[in-house]
């Protein structure tokens, strides 16, 4: 709407609660899906905008389910 993006925020992600152990390969893609692929896929479309117009912040953060398994 206005030209240009000048801050994009990744903040997005989930956990499945429960051992880790029980978690099945399904349940494992779809947090990587999420919490990592999500965040690149983000970051690269910003960074193409941005590197354009020659300038931009990219911020990435992560909730505490990032800090424990």
């Known amino acids: 709407r206005h030209g240009r993006l000048d801050y994009m925020f990744n903040n997005a992600g989930f956990a499945i609660a429960g051992d880790t152990i029980e978690m099945t ?9 999420v919490n990592v692929e999500g965040c690149i896929w983000g970051t690269m479309a910003a960074y193409r905008v941005m590197a ?6 990219i911020v990435n953060t992560a909730s ?4 424990s398994p």
């Not at 390969?25 to 899906?33: D, G, K, M, S, Y």
């Not at 354009?52 to 912040?57: A, D, L, N, P, S």
């Not at 505490?64 to 800090?67: D, E, F, P, R």
């Open 25 to 33: 390969p399904e349940q494992w893609h779809r947090i990587l899906a």
């Open 64 to 67: 505490v389910a990032g800090l």
């Open 52 to 57: 354009r117009q020659k300038f931009g912040h």
